[in-house]
């Protein structure tokens, strides 16, 4: 048995036990980040931030939301938002959260893109992002269904139905998915299940995962250097201006807290006086599953894919419209995936400094853009052409990265490095 | 600086999506349309002196065979469920009438209810609107039924008055009488909104409920508007109250008439029961704001002197 000598003080007497020293060296003060970053790289931390405030606003939620299809939209409306001391508070906070955490995870991935911050040894930490990006949308789709109001009913309504495009199983799909023929209490109590155990779960598990990933690789920088840790370590300890790292506590933190402060005043700002675009008007009218509403959209941050989806609009010879915006709908939620691989040249730097990529990426904001918006807008006239042209578009984009990486690897000569 | 350029990029993409999917996309949604009329000037103008005492033997005479007039007591001649069954609709009360509705609609509805409330498009093939036109009348009648039907209201709005200054002298505390006139006015909007919308809508959320089942008649069961002011918001709200068929298009929802008053109070009683947190959250918010605020400039000195070591 391990030696336990007299502790002086709870601090060295938990040491004993636990040997918090070293774990706070490892977790901490000792676990290094690259000096030259911009707030860019507090996104991660603000992201792991606005979860918990969705996990801590949720089970005050929780404790009142009734999932019954007779129950719930009161429940919501009536019982949290009205009657509950702070209830609204708790609605609006959640409800903000879940929209601008989408938001923040666009920044967070669109930043990785940008430095190229997936490759040479990053790409477990790519994966391990996708992976919550899937989870989160999970969470998001199943949480939303939650208040029973009309856009509750009829997004669960469409995006299950979109399951029976597949061949064979479709409709027994989406029976099982359903868990009856149409959507009903079944649904509903299911999706209350992922949303509330199930999915917030595997989230947590997927963030210690992608933190882990973060580890052997550390976090990518500015200028995409390849920084000898363990050298610029010793550096630091020398004379802390000279090294080209920083401890994460409390140099990176200290930085992160402020940029957190700076999004807390802007999330709250949304919170008490612009929530509507996170709690979407048509959904304060309860469900009906005998009334349409006139325009039936997901929410925005799922636009874009659901534009792809519903871009191909007409049939191409033997191919139906419907089965073709699948396929192109399937391709966008799985080619992100990929993106460590279809980036076929080894340089690590941003993108304004790669001969085709910088354009490739800054039109693949404005494609996304664009998907983005008519994504809600009614598909009719020119809509549906623009929705078309930009679906195409989407999929050209990533069929040519490879290519124009390719170029880029053979015309820089192996890359920066 | 740089990280400034870089916030700017993503204020300008996020602003540029923003602006797509919430104010372009719902000014596609709902159209923009003329604002609220209520002047009600599609109908005749209507220029004739009426009495009092002339208005109140044309009600006795023509009206109260189905309406009541509480304030005045005259009962209604029959029970709600009898009236809903003959009438499929149960004829509303008129001790109000003259406050909230507006004086050419009243008119014009006195003359033909169908027409008013535009809702001729309902009324085809035979079917006849509940109430009975009176076009036979002489504009001087009809001028005098409007002429007593403000008389009764304003006795009534007067009576109240003097009832709620009574209250309130009863207690000397100004918090306690600000309380009890909160109270009567929002009693009042809730007998405006009862009378003008109550015999259609339930509103659950203040425990209203509908006194008449009108799914027979109107052909669809009248939404509950408990959440209305959140569903369709206040601009949506003041010119359909004002005129329905400019928003739903062949609609059964008969415009009511209220004028601009009495929608006014309709509106805020639909927010007090569907948004009654509001004030609470106004007041709040600069405290959450005011603490968030001082939160970023204590990181921010804190950043700097924990980097002034590193840089
Ligand atoms: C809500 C879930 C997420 C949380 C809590 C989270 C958290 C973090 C944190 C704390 C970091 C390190 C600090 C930083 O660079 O910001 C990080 C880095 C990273 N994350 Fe995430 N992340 C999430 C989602 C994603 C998604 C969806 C992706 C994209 C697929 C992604 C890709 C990356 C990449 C590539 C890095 C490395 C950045 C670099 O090396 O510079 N993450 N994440």
Redesign the pocket.
């Known amino acids: 048995m391990a030696h336990f000598p007299k502790a002086h003080g709870v601090g060295e007497w938990l040491d004993h036990r636990l040997n918090i020293t070293a774990l706070k060296k490892v977790m901490m003060t000792e676990y290094w980040i690259p000096k030259d970053?911009n707030f860019?790289?507090?996104?991660?931390?603000i992201?792991?931030f606005?979860?918990k405030i969705l996990l801590i606003s949720g089970i005050f939620l929780l404790m009142y939301y009734k999932p019954d299809v007779n129950a719930a939209f009161d429940s919501v409306n009536y019982t949290i938002m009205q009657e509950v001391g702070y209830g609204w508070l708790f609605r609006h906070i959640h409800a903000v959260g879940a929209s601008v955490?989408f938001l923040?995870?666009y920044i967070?991935?669109f930043?990785?893109i940008y430095?190229g911050?997936?490759k040479k040894g990053?790409e477990m930490?790519?994966?391990?992002?996708?992976l919550?990006?899937i989870l989160?949308s999970a969470e998001a789709f199943s949480g939303y269904m939650l208040p029973w109001g009309q856009m509750s009913y009829w997004a669960a309504y469409v995006i299950t139905n979109i399951f029976g495009g597949i061949p064979l199983i479709g409709d027994e799909l989406v029976v099982w998915i359903r868990g009856n023929f149409y959507v009903a209490d079944a649904t509903l109590t299911r999706f209350f299940m992922l949303h509330v155990l199930l999915v917030p779960l595997a989230?947590m598990g997927?963030?210690a995962f992608?933190?882990y990933t973060?580890r052997i690789?550390?976090?990518?920088?500015q200028t995409g250097e390849d920084i000898d840790f363990g050298k610029e370590a010793e550096k630091y300890k020398e004379n802390p201006k000279r090294s080209k790292i920083i401890p994460f506590w409390p140099v990176f933190m200290a930085k992160d807290v402020f940029v957190l402060s700076v999004f807390l005043l802007f999330f709250f700002y949304l919170v008490f006086y612009n929530y509507g675009f996170a709690m979407d008007p048509v959904n304060f009218d309860p469900a009906n599953g005998l009334k349409t509403p006139a325009h039936i959209y997901p929410e925005w941050y799922f636009l874009w894919s659901y534009e792809v989806l519903r871009g191909f609009f007409f049939d191409i010879g033997p191919l139906k419209a419907a089965d073709i915006g699948l396929l192109a709908f399937g391709f966008a939620q799985a080619i992100?995936l990929f993106m460590p691989w279809l980036d076929r040249s080894p340089t690590v730097a941003p993108a304004n400094q790669r001969p085709y990529f910088r354009y490739w990426f800054w039109i693949m904001i404005v494609v996304l853009i664009v998907l983005t918006i008519y994504g809600k807008l009614p598909p009719t006239g020119t809509n549906a052409w623009i929705g078309f042209a930009s679906s195409i578009a989407f999929i050209v984009m990533f069929a040519i990265l490879p290519v124009i990486t390719e170029k880029e690897a053979r015309t820089v000569a192996g890359g920066k490095k | 600086m740089k990280e400034l350029k870089i916030l700017a990029v993503i204020v300008v993409f996020t602003g540029i999506t923003y602006w797509g999917v919430e104010p372009l996309a719902h000014s596609i949604f709902h159209p923009h349309v003329a604002p609220a009329d209520f002047k009600f000037a599609d109908l005749d103008r209507f220029e004739a002196e009426g009495t009092v005492a002339n208005g109140k033997s044309q009600v006795e005479m023509n009206c109260i065979a189905c309406h009541g007039i509480e304030s005045e007591g005259i009962v209604a001649p029959m029970d709600k469920q009898t009236a809903n069954m003959s009438y499929g609709v149960v004829p509303p009360d008129l001790s109000l009438a003259g406050a909230i509705y507006d004086e050419t609609f009243l008119a014009g509805f006195i003359k033909n209810p169908a027409k008013a409330t535009k809702t001729e498009h309902k009324f085809t093939g035979g079917k006849m609107h509940p109430m009975p036109g009176y076009d036979w009348m002489s504009n001087e009648d009809i001028a005098s039924i409007i002429a007593y039907l403000k008389e009764v209201s304003t006795k009534k709005l007067e009576k109240e008055a003097l009832e709620l200054k009574a209250e309130m002298n009863s207690t000397q505390d100004s918090t306690e009488q600000e309380a009890i006139k909160k109270a009567a006015e929002k009693a009042h909007r809730k007998e405006v909104f009862e009378n003008a919308c109550g015999r259609c809508h339930d509103m659950k959320y203040a425990k209203i409920e509908a006194t008449s089942d009108v799914s027979n008649y109107m052909g669809s069961t009248p939404p509950d508007l408990s959440m209305m002011i959140i569903a369709r918001g206040e601009k949506y709200l003041t010119t359909f109250i004002n005129d329905p068929q400019k928003h739903l298009h062949g609609t059964a929802m008969p415009r009511v008439g209220l004028n601009e008053n009495a929608q006014k109070a309709v509106i805020k009683y639909m927010e007090e029961t569907g948004d009654s947190k509001k004030e609470e959250r106004e007041a709040l918010a600069p405290w959450v704001l005011g603490f968030l605020g001082i939160m970023v400039i204590l990181s921010f000195l804190w950043k700097k002197e924990v980097w002034s070591e590193v840089k």
């Open positions: 970053i860019l790289w507090a996104m991660g931390m992201l792991a606005t979860f955490i923040v995870i967070h991935m930043t990785g430095y911050s997936y990053r930490i790519w994966l391990s992002g996708m919550l990006l989160f989230i997927g963030i992608h933190f973060l690789p550390h976090v990518n920088n992100l």
